[in-house]
């Protein structure tokens, strides 16, 4: 089975930048995805990562490495909009996704 | 046009009943999973069926049956409902199960079930 450890809450400030951490533990490895899910509704996916470093859309970026495996989802510029869930997902060798608790952002004006 | 697509929203039942959750997607995917999110918020995925055949089954009661008529279409029917099966229950679809690529779940809206 999969292990994924992740922040339970964060909080931050409008504009700031916050790092949320994730480490796992897998039977194999296809894929990290980090999904942000508002209250009440859908998960909506924001990146993947399957090689080591840094990918970037926009104010939101995720990094991975797999020799520790870890990685983190960090948000700039922070909007009122983003206080969500942030939900760490790993595909294992047989291609399965699981998902971590989520880590709820808080941002305050 | 919603590309995955659930019904009922919310489902308010007592238990010992048996119910049913729709689940469609009109993306063109061969993939579509069944996946519970507690109390906590925490999604565990239940089934996961590719091209109308099961390829993932948790540890999950027989209770709970899922049915894929055809690939765009994965239902699942709960019996005897217990007060424990209160939670979201989302239906999702990827491309395929594996295979190179992102592979990305998109989720329904999810239905909401409490049991009283």
């Known amino acids: 089975g999969q292990n994924i450890d992740q922040p339970t809450e964060m909080t931050a400030t409008e504009g700031a930048i916050v790092q949320i951490n994730c480490t796992y533990q897998?039977?194999?490895?296809?894929?990290l995805f980090w999904y942000q899910q508002h209250a009440g509704e859908a998960p909506t996916f924001l990146s993947y990562n399957v090689l080591d470093g840094l990918e970037e859309k926009g104010r939101f970026s995720s990094f991975l490495s797999r020799s520790k495996g870890y990685s983190y989802l960090l948000l700039k510029e922070l909007q009122m909009k983003d206080s969500a869930s942030y939900l760490c997902?790993?595909?294992?060798?047989?291609?399965?996704?699981?998902f971590g608790a989520g880590t709820t952002v808080t941002v305050r004006a | 046009d919603t590309a995955v697509s659930q019904t009922p929203k919310y489902l308010v039942t007592q238990m010992g009943n048996d119910k049913s959750i729709k689940c469609e997607q009109n993306l063109g995917h061969d993939t579509m999973y069944w996946y519970k999110q507690d109390s906590k918020k925490f999604l565990k995925i239940m089934f996961s069926?590719?091209?109308?055949?099961?390829?993932i089954n948790e540890t999950v009661p027989n209770r709970f049956s899922p049915k894929s008529p055809d690939k765009a279409h994965l239902n699942l029917h709960i019996n005897s409902l217990e007060l424990g099966d209160s939670a979201v229950y989302f239906c999702?679809?990827?491309?395929?199960?594996?295979?190179?690529?992102?592979?990305?779940?998109?989720f329904g809206a999810g239905s909401r079930l409490t049991v009283l």
């Open positions: 069926y590719n091209n109308k055949e099961l390829i």
């Open positions: 999702a679809s990827s491309q395929d199960v594996s295979g190179g690529g992102a592979n990305v779940l998109t």
């Open positions: 897998t039977s194999g490895f296809n894929g």
């Open positions: 997902a790993v595909r294992d060798g047989d291609y399965k996704l699981s």
